[in-house]
Antibody
Framework: EVQLVESGGGLVKPGGSLRLSCAAS????????MNWVRQAPGKGLEWVSF????????YYADSVKGRFTISRDDARNSLFLQMNSLRAEDTAVYYC???????????????WGQGTLVTVSS | QSTLTQPPSASGSPGQSVTISCTGT?????????VSWYQQHPGKAPKLMIY???RRPSGVPDRFSGSRSGNTASLTVSGLQADDEADYYC???????????FGGGTKLTVL
C-alpha cells in the first residue's frame, strides 16, 4: 500500500521560513515524479510544484516561484519543500501527491498524503 | 495562472443525475486530453475519480463519467448516493508552461 506522510507544518511569522517533508512508502520512490498541492482554509486546490525523477525537471506555480524550492532524496524516500519569505496567503494545508500512471508532469494524481497545515501569521 | 471555472454548487436527489462543468481555454481544458476530476470529502485528501477526460481508475463506480466539448469538461454523477456529497475539482495540464491548474471546486449536495 502506498503511503505518503507529510510533516513539518506549523505556525510561522510573515517573512519566515519552513521546510516540509513527505515520507513515501509502498512504492519505489526513485521512479515516481512528485508534486506539492496546497489548499487554503475553506478554499480550493492549488498546484504548487513538480519534481521529476532524478530532479531533472522542476516547475513552480507563479505564486511561489523564487520563494519555494522543491527537492527530493531518493535514498531516504523523501520529498521536501523549502518555503522562504512566507506570506499570509501561503497559509494552507500542503499535500504531497504522485501519479501511478507515469512520470510526466501532466499525469493525474492517484496518491495523496493527509496533508500538513502551514499557518503564516504574526 | 488562472483557475478553471466551475459552478460553486450543484445538487440532486438520491437516484438522480447531476453534471458539473469545468470551463477553461484552448490552452488547457480544450487542448490535450489531460483533464482529471477529484472528489474531496471534508477533512480528507482528494481522491482521483476521472483522468484523461473520461477514464475511470480501478475502484471508481461507473456512476461517475467524464466528457468534454470544446473548452468545457464535465463530470456526471448518475444514481446519486449520500456518500457522493463532497467537493469536486477539475484539473488540467496548462500546456507549454508545464503547469497544472485546478478549478475552483463545486460543492455537490445530495438532497
Amino acid at each position: 500500500e502506498v503511503q505518503l506522510v507529510e510533516s513539518g507544518g506549523g505556525l510561522v511569522k510573515p517573512g519566515g521560513s519552513l521546510r516540509l517533508s513527505c515520507a513515501a512508502s509502498g512504492l519505489t520512490f526513485s521512479t515516481y515524479s512528485m508534486n506539492w498541492v496546497r489548499q487554503a482554509p475553506g478554499k480550493g486546490l492549488e498546484w504548487v510544484s513538480f519534481i521529476s525523477t532524478t530532479s531533472s525537471h522542476i516547475y513552480y506555480a507563479d505564486s511561489v516561484k523564487g520563494r519555494f524550492t522543491i527537492s527530493r532524496d531518493d535514498a531516504r524516500n523523501s520529498l521536501f519543500l523549502q518555503m522562504n519569505s512566507l506570506r499570509a496567503e501561503d497559509t494552507a494545508v500542503y499535500y504531497c501527491a504522485t501519479s501511478a500512471r507515469g512520470i510526466q508532469n501532466w499525469r493525474p494524481l492517484d496518491y495523496w498524503g493527509q496533508g500538513t497545515l502551514v499557518t503564516v501569521s504574526s | 495562472q488562472s483557475t478553471l471555472t466551475q459552478p460553486p454548487s450543484a445538487s440532486g436527489s438520491p437516484g438522480q443525475s447531476v453534471t458539473i462543468s469545468c470551463t477553461g481555454t484552448s490552452s488547457d481544458v480544450g487542448g490535450d486530453n489531460y483533464v482529471s476530476w477529484y472528489q474531496q470529502h471534508p477533512g480528507k485528501a482528494p481522491k482521483l475519480m476521472i483522468y484523461e477526460v473520461y477514464r475511470r481508475p480501478s475502484g471508481v463506480p461507473d456512476r461517475f463519467s467524464g466528457s468534454r466539448s470544446g473548452n468545457t469538461a464535465s463530470l456526471t454523477v448518475s444514481g446519486l448516493q449520500a456518500d457522493d456529497e463532497a467537493d469536486y475539482y477539475c484539473c488540467s495540464d496548462a500546456g507549454i508552461n508545464n503547469l497544472r491548474v485546478f478549478g475552483g471546486g463545486t460543492k455537490l449536495t445530495v438532497l
